[in-house]
């Protein structure tokens, strides 16, 4: 791996680099494989023995060796997410300057393909909203699959361009920005990236990041959180924006707790601190992050009155064998039957009115003739009823299933039914009489023939 010499050029001299050792873990081959829970639905992976926790975060491990993720059925129940363990700080910036246990509203901004998103609904109570915005329409379709199968409903996935934000003022308590940068960080994991760079294109993101930083800061409320982080090793990108935020934006830097053991590199830009993750000192990919508090006012959202009128009682009633209707609404958009947490009902119509939505609480599905055709998402949301069948599948069997193969199931159960694997939902099928009706979605199959050789 030959790395731009004019990037090296660029880092000597920023506090934690060493040239020769960061050189060398590029030129090494070697590569970091953790993932995160998903603790509504396990406690710990259970696919490999002897993991090491992320140090920052209470719900990452490493991996000791990479395992074929397409061929494990738990990954496609959603019962953790692989991602990258620097990345994983977020919790810190979230546990150390916000109340999780109050009801915030939280917009991930440049979100897909939804590692922090996912990240974050963990973190959050579940009477808090999280918005998660993509500006590529591609890309939020990709978000809107990993949301699903995470499980989430106090979500709201938009499509919109940052400047949109501004109908939704002083409406967020937190907002984090994972800004597209030049992805420096990211060479040792796409070694494509490097022929990509270049000093001219550092300079484009960087005024593309504080563009975008100046469209959607409106949105943040007076002490709201400003998470900041880019997966560039350029201080263009890193320390000149904290600078830019604190004395063109006004925004005060919050200082975080890291361990030493950890080996983040703590840096002071001013009045504001930025984290630096080298991989030569950290398990992980290069990252940074800044964290800031804003200290002006930019007005308040006004009364606001609800348009959308929730399903009728004789409609809601129709849903009840499937899914329970307690502290829920349900709201229809061209025949789609959605779940709404009912205490966020008037901030997701609200959203629903000024803004992109996509997709928002848990799509449950469509009534046709009096009787729900039910939704892939409503099988991985955790809200079916219990009266619902389920039959357990055996990793064989999941396997056919996630590839959409025809397969033979002992069961005189018949009729609509959850396929199950370990106790994990993963998706509906019709058994009927003469047959199986596999209804996982096409476009998810698994298109792999057999796991390869680990």
């Not at 000791?64 to 977020?90: I, K, N, W």
């Not at 263009?236 to 004395?247: A, F, N, T, V």
Request: charged share 20%; hydrophobic share 40%.
């Amino acid at each position: 791996m030959q790395l731009p010499s004019s990037l090296i050029q660029s880092l000597n001299g920023l506090p934690g680099f060493d040239e020769t050792a960061f050189v060398a873990v590029h030129r090494s081959g070697s590569q970091v494989t953790s993932v995160r829970i998903n603790p509504r639905k396990i406690s710990a992976p259970s696919f490999q023995t002897g993991m090491d926790p992320v140090p920052w975060s209470g719900l990452g491990y490493y991996l000791a060796h990479r395992p074929s993720f397409t061929f494990d059925p738990l990954f496609h129940a959603g019962c953790y997410y692989v991602q990258e363990a620097s990345s994983m700080f977020l919790e810190q910036a979230l546990k150390q300057t916000a109340d999780l246990a109050k009801p915030l509203k939280v917009l991930d901004l440049c979100a897909a393909p939804g590692g922090k998103t996912t990240h974050l609904q963990s973190l959050i109570s579940k009477d808090s909203l999280l918005v998660s915005n993509e500006v590529i329409r591609s890309r939020a379709a990709v978000l809107k699959d990993n949301v699903i199968k995470w499980g989430a409903s106090n979500i709201a996935i938009t499509n919109n361009d940052p400047g949109d934000f501004v109908m939704l003022p002083g409406f967020f308590d937190v907002m984090v920005v994972d800004a597209p940068c030049s992805g420096s960080g990211l060479f040792r994991r796409d070694e494509a990236a490097i022929s990509e760079w270049s000093e001219h294109g550092v300079a484009l993101c960087s005024q593309r990041q504080q563009r975008i930083l100046a469209d959607v800061l409106p949105a943040l409320k007076e002490d709201g959180v400003l998470v900041y982080s880019t997966c560039s090793y350029s201080k263009e990108e890193d320390e000149d924006i904290l600078k830019w935020l604190d004395e063109e934006m006004g925004l005060e830097g919050i200082e975080l707790n890291t361990e030493p053991g950890w080996n983040v590199i703590a840096v002071k830009e001013g009045s504001n601190f930025g984290y630096r993750f080298w991989p030569h000192r950290v398990k992980g990919e290069g990252l940074f992050m800044g964290v800031f508090r804003k200290k002006d006012t930019t007005g308040r959202l006004g009364k606001y009155r609800v348009k959308q009128k929730p399903l009728s009682a004789k409609e809601a009633g129709l849903l009840t064998n499937w899914i329970g209707t307690a502290e829920r609404q349900f709201v229809s958009f061209g025949g789609r039957i959605y779940a709404w947490p009912e205490s966020l009902f008037e901030a997701l119509d609200l959203l629903a009115e000024k803004m992109k939505v996509i997709y928002s609480g848990v799509l449950v599905g469509e009534l046709v003739r009096d009787k729900l055709i039910p939704d892939h998402a409503l099988a991985l949301s955790g809200l079916v009823s219990g009266t619902v069948a389920r039959t357990s599948l055996s990793e064989d069997t999941a396997i056919h299933y996630l590839q959409r193969k025809d397969f033979v199931l002992e069961t005189a159960q018949k009729g609509w039914q959850l396929a199950v694997f370990d106790g994990h939902p993963m998706g509906w099928m019709n058994v009927l009489p003469n047959r199986i009706n596999n209804y996982y979605p096409r476009e998810l199959r698994i298109l792999k023939e057999q796991r390869p050789a680990e």
